[in-house]
């Protein structure tokens, strides 16, 4: 079985501050994907990035940043300099067993 | 524009009735799969196809099926509905069969499905 904890249900900030969500998971496969996504107000699923197993290489896209370590199971997410647009609920998710098990999501609300 | 286009975007019916939700892939891909996002549940996957075959099964109801067609758009049916029923219920595409992550699953804007 597997599974993905986002431990933090809701977190506000104001505008340009950091924030990070947290991500762990759980899984007996050797190989797997580890996923986030965006589900902005408007409630479509956007994705944001996939990261393999065997690259535990950090990622950053302009503002956003993501942080893999396999050794605590960990996969987060950072946003640098938070803008009210980034308001919304993000998945952590990890494909395996031929499926894709998200998380519980995270609230972001960032404030003017 | 994720390209995956759902059916209808709301709907509103009433416990004991039978409702259709429709998903139209992005051009190209092959596998459709159906998702339900509850407060209570969160997104919990139901059913895979890929070309036409199902592929995996998640926890889909007896109450619930689904198909995909020729032309590779997929239908969810959802029978005998209760109001636990209500969610929101995505469709999303991949190009490839699904048996590994590799592939990225587009999501469609979902249908709201409100049962009274």
């Known amino acids: 079985a597997q599974k993905v904890t986002q431990a933090q249900t809701e977190i506000s900030v104001v505008e340009k501050e950091d924030v990070t969500l947290d991500c762990v998971y759980e899984?007996?496969?050797?190989?797997?994907?580890l996923f986030w996504y965006k589900q902005p107000p408007s409630g479509e699923l956007v994705f944001l990035i996939r990261?393999?197993?065997?690259?535990?290489q950090n990622e950053i896209s302009g503002r956003y940043s993501w942080n893999f370590q396999k050794s605590t199971s960990s996969f987060n997410f950072t946003i640098t300099a938070s803008q009210v647009v980034d308001s919304a609920v993000y998945f952590c998710?990890?494909?395996?067993?031929?499926?894709?098990?998200f998380g519980q999501g995270t609230i972001l609300t960032v404030h003017p | 524009d994720s390209g995956v286009t759902q059916t209808p975007k709301h709907l509103i019916t009433a416990t004991g009735q039978r409702v259709t939700l429709r998903c139209s892939p992005r051009?190209?891909?092959?596998?459709v799969y159906w998702y339900q996002q509850s407060l209570d549940q969160g997104l919990q996957f139901l059913i895979q196809?890929?070309?036409?075959?199902?592929?995996a099964k998640g926890n889909i109801l007896e109450r619930f099926s689904a198909q995909q067609f020729p032309d590779l758009h997929s239908e969810l049916n959802l029978s005998s509905l209760e109001l636990g029923d209500s969610a929101l219920y995505f469709c999303?595409?991949?190009?490839?069969?699904?048996?590994?992550?590799?592939?990225?699953?587009?999501f469609g804007a979902g249908s709201r499905l409100t049962v009274l």
């Open positions: 051009s190209g891909d092959l596998s």
């Open positions: 999303a595409s991949s190009a490839g069969q699904g048996s590994s992550g590799a592939n990225v699953l587009t």
């Open positions: 196809y890929y070309n036409g075959e199902e592929r």
């Open positions: 998710a990890l494909w395996g067993y031929g499926k894709l098990t």
């Open positions: 990261r393999n197993s065997f690259d535990e």
């Open positions: 899984t007996r496969d050797t190989t797997y994907y």
